[in-house]
T-cell receptor, first 107, second 114 residues
Framework: RKEVEQDPGPFNVPEGATVAFNCTYSNSASQSFFWYRQDCRKEPKLLMS???SGNEDGRFTAQLNRASQYISLLIRDSKLSDSATYLC????????FGQGTELSVKP | EAGVVQSPRYKIIEKKQPVAFWCNPISGHNTLYWYRQNLGQGPELLIRYENEEAVDDSQLPKDRFSAERLKGVDSTLKIQPAELGDSAVYLCASSSGTARYEQYFGPGTRLTVT
């Protein structure tokens, strides 16, 4: 089993839609979690850290469920510019990435 | 503030040839990482430096890959000889001691081995 697993998608949604991604992890000792955004042929950029209490940044909400060992990212009111690949990552001695979930927001 | 700088951005070589990638981290960042990202996958760590010391190179294929960070600033990753399976994007990232896991990535070097 991979340490971090994501649904690769693609998720095709219309503008204004709400979309959610999940990311499951196998190591219950993992302590820190992150969501990165990667545009096509660009480098990953940190989107937000994921705290145990959950955190929100504008239209983006990240949550952690330790009991079920997954993190989630919710995007409300999707914009065309949200189209990208979203990578979850966690600390397991080092930063370990999932394979990414591709999001395509259509007009 | 300048970001992580990498060169070259693209490289095409024939198999069995050597290749080298260069990275200059964000000023003041003492931790430097080299990752490899295959198509459709997330980045995978190859090596991590704390200043000039390689503290995690467990995923670096040491038979053909080498890296150095002699003065604790910029770094070079080398592959010799390259194989077809080495085609990937090689990403460099850096972080500061106070926020070690908030990593900032460079634009990467896209390597194609033919």
């Amino acid at each position: 089993r991979k340490e971090v697993e994501q649904d690769p998608g693609p998720f095709n949604v219309p503008e204004g839609a709400t979309v959610a991604f999940n990311c499951t992890y196998s190591n219950s000792a993992s302590q820190s979690f992150f969501w990165y955004r990667q545009d096509c042929r660009k480098e990953p950029k940190l989107l937000m850290s994921v705290y145990s209490s959950g955190n929100e940044d504008g239209r983006f909400t990240a949550q952690l469920n330790r009991a079920s060992q997954y993190i989630s990212l919710l995007i409300r009111d999707s914009k065309l510019s949200d189209s990208a690949t979203y990578l979850c990552a966690l600390i397991g001695g080092k930063l370990i990435f999932g394979q990414g979930t591709e999001l395509s927001v259509k007009p | 503030e300048a970001g992580v700088v990498q060169s070259p951005r693209y490289k095409i070589i024939e198999k069995k040839q050597p290749v080298a990638f260069w990275c200059n981290p964000i000023s003041g960042h003492n931790t430097l990482y080299w990752y490899r990202q295959n198509l459709g996958q997330g980045p995978e760590l190859l090596i991590r430096y704390e200043n000039e010391e390689a503290v995690d190179d467990s995923q670096l294929p040491k038979d053909r890959f080498s890296a150095e960070r002699l003065k604790g600033v910029d770094s070079t990753l080398k592959i010799q000889p390259a194989e077809l399976g080495d085609s990937a994007v090689y990403l460099c990232a850096s972080s500061s001691g106070t926020a070690r896991y908030e990593q900032y990535f460079g634009p990467g070097t896209r390597l194609t081995v033919t």
